[in-house]
Nanobody, 125 residues
Framework: QVQLVESGGGLVQPGGSLRLSCAASGITLDYYHIGWFRQAPGKEREGVACISSSDGRTYYADSVKGRFTISRDNAKNTVYLQMNSLKSEDTGSYYC??????????????????WGQGTQVTVSS
């Protein structure tokens, strides 16, 4: 059974950094498109970053471009989201998800079928 476990969330001041991890079991992440999504209080879940299984290309929401970096460590079967220059608007629950047949282009939560349980990120002074 596919299992995704996020970790690395926490409380950080604006301008700070966090690195989130998504550890997978039951699948080999190298063969999947991997997305990071977030959901802030009172808002819908949105895509923030994705890495393609085919060519390793990365995609980012405009709101995080230049601040967030998604990467993959195949040996550890883990995907990371490095978050720098964090803003209060980045606060929310962060989830990783995988898809084989749907590309990263849309960054749409509905295109990803397997999800982790999430990790909380709070950016506050």
């Amino acid at each position: 059974q596919v299992q995704l476990v996020e970790s690395g969330g926490g409380l950080v001041q604006p301008g700070g950094s966090l690195r989130l991890s998504c550890a997978a079991s039951g699948i080999t992440l190298d063969y999947y498109h991997i997305g990071w999504f977030r959901q802030a209080p009172g808002k819908e879940r949105e895509g923030v970053a994705c890495i393609s299984s085919s060519d390793g290309r990365t995609y980012y929401a405009d709101s995080v471009k230049g601040r967030f970096t998604i990467s993959r460590d195949n040996a550890k079967n883990t995907v990371y989201l490095q978050m720098n220059s964090l803003k209060s608007e980045d606060t929310g629950s962060y989830y990783c998800a995988v898809s084989i047949y749907v590309s990263c282009l849309g960054l749409s939560p509905t295109d990803f079928a397997s999800w982790g349980q999430g990790t909380q990120v709070t950016v506050s002074s």
